[in-house]
Antibody, heavy 122, light 109 residues
Framework: EVQLVESGGGLVQPGRSLRLSCAAS????????MHWVRQAPGKGLEWVSG????????GYADSVKGRFTISRDNAKNSLYLQMNSLRAEDTALYYC???????????????WGQGTMVTVSS | QSALTQPRSVSGSPGQSVTISCTGT?????????VSWYQQHPGKAPKLMIY???KRPSGVPDRFSGSKSGNTASLTISGLQAEDEADYYC?????????FGGGTKLTVL
């Protein structure tokens, strides 16, 4: 079964850091680009970051650029998101999503996890 | 990185057809053929319904179709069914980033 399972969310104070993880199974992880997409409570979807199959290219939304870092470990079939200098507006459900393609020049999120909630509050 | 523009809500009766528009710019929707559409039921993860403007993943009913003209993409759902009631989001590649629409709530009357 193709599956993505996120972990690492929780309650964190503004200015602190958090690292999200996404464990992939059921497909050849290193054949595809991967992404993080978030959804604030009651709001729409927002792309956060993406990484190509071999980590050769990465992309970030302006709202997180310079604070978040995406990475992957193909040997462990895992995707990560290091989130620093967290703000209240980063509060959201963070989804891990598999792309249909290898590179970041074509986009189609065909598999999604169930998400991990991040709450930034003092 | 401005969000794509979608109507906040659309509605239709069972058996009817509805079309959801998604308007961007020449830097995103109009510039690339990488528009995708996602269906999201309450409390669930999004599901890919259309990719590359008009392609359907296996398992998605052919009642769902996509198209694009200039800077506007469209999702058409024909033969509406009760289970189609959900939020729908368009998404486009934009060169160095990805942008979603604000979402459209589809109500089946």
């Amino acid at each position: 079964e193709v599956q993505l399972v996120e972990s690492g969310g929780g309650l964190v104070q503004p200015g602190r850091s958090l690292r999200l993880s996404c464990a992939a199974s059921g497909f050849t992880f290193d054949d595809y680009a991967m992404h993080w997409v978030r959804q604030a409570p009651g709001k729409g979807l927002e792309w956060v970051s993406g990484i190509s199959w071999n980590s050769g290219s990465t992309g970030y939304a302006d709202s997180v650029k310079g604070r978040f870092t995406i990475s992957r470990d193909n040997a462990k079939n895992s995707l990560y998101l290091q989130m620093n200098s967290l703000r209240a507006e980063d509060t959201a459900l963070y989804y891990c999503a598999k792309d249909q393609y290898q590179l970041l020049s074509q986009i189609a999120f065909d598999i999604w996890g169930q998400g991990t909630m991040v709450t930034v509050s003092s | 990185q401005s969000a794509l523009t979608q109507p906040r809500s659309v509605s239709g009766s069972p058996g009817q057809s509805v079309t959801i528009s998604c308007t961007g710019t020449s830097s995103d929707v109009g510039g690339y053929n990488y528009v995708s559409w996602y269906q999201q039921h309450p409390g669930k993860a999004p599901k890919l319904m259309i990719y590359d403007v008009s392609k359907r993943p296996s398992g998605v009913p052919d009642r769902f179709s996509g198209s694009k003209s200039g800077n506007t993409a469209s999702l058409t759902i024909s033969g509406l069914q009760a289970e189609d009631e959900a939020d729908y989001y368009c998404c486009s590649y934009a060169g160095s980033y990805v942008v979603f629409g604000g979402g459209t709530k589809l109500t089946v009357l």
